[in-house]
């Protein structure tokens, strides 16, 4: 199966052009998603298509029956690239490491980039490359610099931040824009920035939950992606909290991923469209 | 808008072709879930429309353009019309009643059939006709048969059985194919038959249920529409399982009758497909 | 059935000085839950005690075993008095109206007060006195003049805002400490103030949500009592997250009054202790 | 903190006997769980205790207030000792390897046993001792004798079967009583036996689940200690429903070992207490 996907301005019937092409090439629609966002006047398809087809002919006839500017792509079953960043905690990471090594993860991990050593050796029993890039004795521009120049190096179609602690700059971001995945430890936009899990307790709230989203240039304000919750109660401290949202953290954070992988995933200005 | 629903064999090309007629006639395409079921090689096909067009003209295309044998239909925006049946437990009828009262549900209430008079009070509180037929002094054939005759009389697209606790026979059954819609209090199959709450209990689960289905002849075995679930404990007696079940009978009841209103489902024999 | 609710200073062995009282008295516990918090060195315990006791006795010698200072008493099973209040909207009062009916939520209606005539004629089909107090042509004072009149002649246990769209002076809030119970139509503190929706739409998340929470002089920000959520998507609009809405809303602000009811939720400060 | 488990019949009085034994010995209660079975007439308490005390005396006082044959005893912080058992699928003894390497599961694992080869390379990825004892080329007899063997030698408190897919003889069951937890992969007693997620899908259900439960001598009938579900829908097949599947059966194993693991579950024939 191809995954054919369409992003363009909304018109009175892409929908019929585009199928009869593919009908014309006896291609068989195994999955079909569709959505125009009438705010914006976007139109958004994705399309599991199967069959013995020239894909440059394909292409070719869509193109002519697509409006101008469209994006529009055949996507190969190849496996998305990953460089996955950390710095000391390791439950998602871990999570990442076991799925791709059980087969559940459909993804090439290309290495881990630490800036502390805690990961390595977690990183390595899966025989996994493992770039230390420490923070220390260097600024931040330098820092980030050498970061970027590995990423580079590497070569990834995404950048999975398994709880990289330090906030990246804009510099950073705009090398890598809709390549960059976080997972923030709250439900945004609840408890932005530092110690969330201090500020739900304070606020004595009685669910805590996680957010993947892709990182732009506003600090927890990226497009969202994917996000659950967990139920808490007055006898859990802000230290419980942590232990407890751990696990909602790694399963959003690894579903969102997923989602991305298989290209359900559309952007549009601050908001997703997700074809589940 | 209006909704095209289409049921038919699977082939190369359906949607090219619907999609091209509606195009063709200047329909634009609100909403649209398709699925074809592999084991069955059928198709199924929900697409909500809007625009100005002459519904025998392009009816009349889009069965030119479909396998024969197919079932396909415009539904215009009316609403679907229920009747009601029950017997003496009131909070499944009381939620249809004041959803239907605040706007929430979207359809005409014919009337309320109830074997006993627990119910009449509340119906008749919101003005719908209250019609009681009582199984008592008269044989199950006979008793069915009243309420045949009084269903037949008021024409309803749909039959609902807010709780009604006698089992209908194949003959009532079989006068309303995929027309009577059932709320089940248990997660089925767990637990079929009399006293859900209780098999429950002595099992010593920590979830119980509730499942909307249509009614067939196999006892609590027709097709399934919606089900969902609460978490209960080692302190819930078998009354407490039950009180605490009836917020998600009533929920659950609620959105598969939602669904059904919509359009949304299709059966595929002891199956549904649902486009949510 | 009592419940015992004891507040007070922790110190080490509250639990067996009054147990050991309950026990002398042959007072059978058949619930119990206590929390002692950490951070303020409170205690907090609720026990559901049978048998035939005479219960100034039983105060008197518990009295004596608890620290100076302390909170504590026997809760009838008396149902709690409750007002009403609305503006136009109808699916919360609904939902209490009709448990109220059937015998869902264990409490005396006192009276329903709008400033709108929405709600009037649903009222008065279960039979509950309506009290229009309308804010036209009065200043905010003399609005909350009335109101806070008329509540006092009715005297609740609990004043529950069932959608009451109006801000609450800190002099009305101030009459009823603890005892003014409102529906928040957000998983706060996310979307706090105006047009939750829109904002939760704005800013593309996944999942919505509702608070039940008490009213105190902080806008939306009174100690929490319960919370639930549900997921979105791309496809709703501002319009149909609100839709959606209302059913958490109505579900997450009678379990909130349900736990009021059964006297299990303590106030601390900002937060709440919720033995559920 | 040590933990105080008490099992005995019920009778008046008896928390209050043994608080005070608590409090005599200056011991802080921290956490704090009772309930008592109306049906069996059973007392089940959990207490977490903190405190400088002689468990030897501590003991003989408790044992002179309660009711005649009670079970009693404080359990230390020591962590529990397991054996795994697995057959081919890794994604269970994955999630539990991962998260004994993240100190997430307070448990020593002493060694994985398997009939197949397939998963020594993950375990001993984790540095944990793998016995591979093989079923081909002996009957099940001999099989289950070698296993036994190597258990008791290794002298855990719990079995784990992270998807041991041989079936128990009573024998095995009854050396172990109470000690073997099992992960059922599916919602029981929903799709008994074999093929759960064939079932589910020719059933048509709209929600999968999984079980973990103690295992006796009747076939996945065993106590159950937690269970927990995902939606599925039409587009669904087995075998994906199977591999969505995966992820809630390693939730829910990991959820229950956790539970047994801090001594939060009793067993009162086929039914659990579980205080969570």
């Known amino acids: 199966m191809k ?16 199928t009869t092409v593919l009908a014309k090439f006896k291609l068989n629609l195994i999955e079909f998603h569709e959505f125009a966002d009438e705010e914006t006047n976007q139109f958004y398809m994705r399309a599991g298509v199967t069959g013995d087809f020239d894909q440059a002919e ?6 002519e029956v697509l409006p101008k500017g469209s994006n529009f792509k055949f996507v190969e079953g190849r496996k998305k690239k990953v460089v996955i960043m950390v710095t000391k905690e390791n439950h998602c990471i871990g999570d990442l490491l076991l799925r791709h090594y059980t087969g559940n993860l459909d993804m090439e991990i290309l290495g881990v980039i630490g800036n502390h050593p805690d990961c390595k050796d977690l990183t390595e029993k899966f025989d996994i490359p493992w770039f ?18 590995k990423i580079k190096e590497l070569d990834p179609d995404f950048i999975l931040l398994a709880k990289f602690m330090r906030i990246l700059s804009p510099e950073f971001v705009g090398e890598f824009p809709n390549k960059i995945i976080n997972i923030h430890h709250s439900f945004l936009p609840s408890f932005i920035g530092a110690n969330p899990y201090k500020q739900a ?19 927890d304000e990226g497009p969202i992606i994917y996000q659950d919750v967990i139920r808490v109660d007055h006898s ?3 230290l419980e909290m942590s232990r407890s949202g751990r696990d909602v953290e790694k399963r959003v954070f ?6 991305v992988l298989r290209d359900r995933v559309f952007v549009n200005n601050n908001r997703t469209i997700v074809f589940a």
């Open 3 to 18: 995954i054919l996907l369409i992003e363009c301005n909304d018109e009175l019937g892409i929908i019929a052009r585009v």
């Open 58 to 63: 394909v292409e070719k006839e869509i193109l």
């Open 132 to 149: 230390e890039i420490s923070h220390k004795e260097i600024d931040r521009t330098k820092h980030e610099e050498l970061i970027i120049k």
């Open 201 to 219: 307790y304070k606020r004595g709230v009685k669910i805590i939950g996680a957010t993947a989203h892709f990182v732009n240039n506003d600090l």
């Open 254 to 259: 690894t579903k969102g991923i997923k989602l």
């Open 236 to 238: 859990h401290s802000a």
